[in-house]
């Protein structure tokens, strides 16, 4: 379009000015429509006179709503990766020009008007990931990678010395000839991320308490070493180490104390080995260390006499000072065996000949220990590894209501089953767990196992019965007692009404008024408790009318022979007595012969069990017996 404008009458030089200009109007068409208009003017000149303006227009509207939303779109995206946190980078590599927002020199710790070039990029990485990341974006950089990238790297700030983890993503442009032109990304620091994730790591890899790597941790490490082991034909070794007479400190002084000397033999164990040992805690008082190169047997020696010598240090704990030992089993990578679990196995073995030598000690494993574990320290090994790993079993003996000849409930009796397939009975184990401190993890299994057990046949449709557990008097002693019991029963989602626990007498007498005090806290839940194996212990009638109780069982041996046993009949009589003037239930138990129901029935028993009815059974045999029963009662 070409137009001219008179001067004078107009005021074209004044809008357009005296040299070419360009304008970009908008321009309304009389139809209302409007469109933008691209002009350039030029004023027009006639004898060096100022007569005019030329000027010429084109129609730009498309290329005008093109920049509009291009505009559009780079803020959108400005806002987005501001919200996002994410830095953006453009790098050239044929220059080594290096453009970065300000946010990618917050990553690397760097003030904003820093100058960048890529040994800034570069001098800024953490030391230990630098060779990584020239691979990686060398790597990056051949076309037949597929030019995407994602790295993860750290940055020590300049200025702060801060280590900050980025995550750093993008593509990378190719030339016609495969060369890269361009790297262009965003970055993101991700530390907290990485921090959260290497906690939740460390959480599952390290024991809670004393912070040394746990099983899993130790396996892990295992399969390395034992790899490089066998590549380099070289040896390691595996301490068992478990401490002496630890329980009576847990238990005369509590588990705080206890634990406070968990963490120090932790220490000092640290202490004894070198960094690229491995000291990891398996548990309760037994600790493992893993020597990966050893050059002779006397390097675990050594390391195992540094080790009793260390533990020997006594140990001033909260105004205490202790004295304590281990015992320590070795066995060594390729003599002994090529995989961990054996290994700890046969140092386990290693470890109770030590015990059985005298403790304080230490032993190599030979195969002679196979043998020497035998008897009460293979049971031990043996109830030790079944309750690791759920492997111990409950029967249940159901317990009838004299009057209505109906089933009101079951006790539950543990079955360790042995290593020949045979169950063996409580009395077989229960000592030697009460006596190594495992009574205390069995005896929370069988309160666990027990209220799973009652709400599975309550879900079965089973009418409700009680079911009583048996305690033992050490575990019954723990402060704890009480408020475990309570945390168990109410995670399992048990009526605490329908559980009974079972204490002999021995157990309350002891320490009465402790006794008295955890009874009450468990009976404030609506547990019941019963005195089992009545009649054989020494309990004072005086102190009997103080417990807070609910039932009294005879003691199985009045009652077997009791239709034949004159004195029995007169004590078991006595004891049915006692339990009316109390006000406590009376339940006769080892009642084999009709004979022997008979007697209690006519003497006034409440409640009965033994063979007669049924022997103790496995939860299923169990459950179908009392559907039978159910049944023929209703018949
Ligand atoms: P208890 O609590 O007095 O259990 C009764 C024992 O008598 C059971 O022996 C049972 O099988 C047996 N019995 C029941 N009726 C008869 C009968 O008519 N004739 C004969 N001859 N025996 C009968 P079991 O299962 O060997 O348990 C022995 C003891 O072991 C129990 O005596 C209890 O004190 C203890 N015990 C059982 N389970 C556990 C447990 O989970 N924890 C603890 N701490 N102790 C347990
Ligand atoms: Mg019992
Ligand atoms: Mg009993």
Redo the contacts with the bound molecule.
């Keep these: 379009m070409l137009s001219s404008a008179n001067c004078g009458k107009c005021h074209c030089a004044a809008v357009f000015g005296e040299t070419a200009k360009d304008f970009v109007w908008l321009v309304y068409r009389k139809d209302g429509t409007s469109f933008y208009a691209s002009c350039t003017s030029s004023p027009l000149y006639i004898e060096e006179q100022h007569v005019g303006v030329i000027y010429f227009s084109s129609d730009v509207t498309t290329r005008k709503s093109m920049e509009a939303a291009l505009l559009k779109k780079t803020e959108e995206l400005q806002l987005a990766t501001e919200a996002a946190e994410l830095g953006m980078f453009d790098f050239y590599p044929r220059t080594n020009k290096l453009i970065w927002s300000d946010r990618v020199k917050e990553h690397f710790g760097l003030p904003v008007d820093t100058p960048v070039t890529i040994d800034v990029f570069f001098a800024g990485l953490h030391p230990d990931d630098r060779e990584r990341m020239t691979l990686g974006i060398a790597a990056a950089s051949k076309p037949e990678n597929g030019g995407r990238f994602r790295f993860k790297y750290r940055t020590v700030g300049q200025l702060d010395r801060k280590e900050r983890w980025i995550e750093e993503r993008g593509q990378v442009h190719f030339a016609s000839d495969g060369t890269p032109i361009r790297l262009i990304g965003t970055t993101m620091d991700v530390t907290e991320r990485e921090l959260a994730e290497q906690r939740l790591q460390e959480a599952a890899q390290h024991d809670n308490l004393t912070g040394l790597s746990n099983r899993a941790l130790l396996f892990q490490f295992a399969e390395f070493v034992f790899a490089q082991a066998l590549r380099t034909c070289s040896d390691s070794a595996l301490l068992f180490i478990d401490l002496d007479r630890f329980k009576p400190i847990n238990d005369l002084y509590g588990h705080d104390v206890g634990d406070k000397v968990l963490k120090e033999v932790a220490r000092r164990l640290q202490k004894c080995t070198r960094k690229e040992d491995i000291v990891s805690r398996l548990g309760g008082d037994e600790f493992i260390v893993l020597l990966p190169h050893i050059e002779t047997a006397y390097d675990p020696e050594t390391v195992a006499q540094h080790i009793l010598k260390m533990i020997g240090q006594p140990f001033h704990v909260g105004g205490l000072t202790l004295t304590l030992s281990a015992s320590i089993g070795i066995s060594l990578f390729r003599e002994h065996a090529s995989e961990l679990e054996s290994l700890i196995r046969y140092a386990d073995m290693a470890m109770y000949a030590a015990k059985k030598s005298g403790r304080n000690n230490y032993k190599f494993y030979t195969p002679g220990h196979d043998e020497l574990a035998t008897d009460r320290l293979r049971l031990e090994i043996h109830l030790k590894r079944k309750l690791e790993n759920n492997g111990m079993v ?2 249940y ?1 159901p317990i009838i209501d004299i009057d209505s000849g109906k089933v009101i409930g079951a ?5 360790l089953p042995g290593e020949n397939g045979v169950m063996l ?3 077989d184990f ?1 000592p030697i ?2 006596s190594t401190g495992l ?1 205390d993890s ?2 929370l299994w ?1 309160i666990t196992e027990t209220c799973k057990q009652h709400q599975a046949w309550r879900e079965a449709g089973l009418p409700p019965i009680n079911i ?5 008097a050490i ?1 019954f002693r723990q402060k704890a007692f009480a408020s475990q019991l309570a945390r168990t029963v109410t995670a399992s989602g048990m009526d605490p009404s329908c559980l009974q626990i ?1 204490l ?1 007498e021995s157990a309350v007498m002891d320490n009465i008024s402790a006794a008295i005090e955890t009874l009450r806290e468990i009976r404030a839940m609506g547990i019941k408790i019963a005195l ?2 009545f009649g054989t212990g020494y309990s004072s009638l005086n102190h009997l009318k103080n417990l807070p109780l609910d039932k009294l ?1 005879i ?2 041996s009045f ?2 022979r009791i239709e034949s046993d004159r004195p029995n009949q007169s004590i078991t009589e006595a004891i049915i007595g006692l339990g009316r003037t109390l006000n406590l239930r009376v339940v006769g ?4 012969s009709e004979e022997a129901m008979n007697f209690l029935r006519n003497h006034g028993c409440d409640e009965a ?4 009815f049924s ?2 059974l496995p939860a299923a045999e169990f459950e179908s017996w009392h559907r039978n029963h159910l049944a023929h009662s209703r018949l």
């Design positions: 409950l029967f003996q006790e539950a009796l543990i079955r009975n409580p009395g229960i767990a009460e009574i069995l005896g069988v009583a557990v048996n305690v033992s575990e079972e002999t089992d194996d069982k003691d199985q009652i077997l138990e080892g009642i084999e069990q033994g063979f007669l022997e103790p």
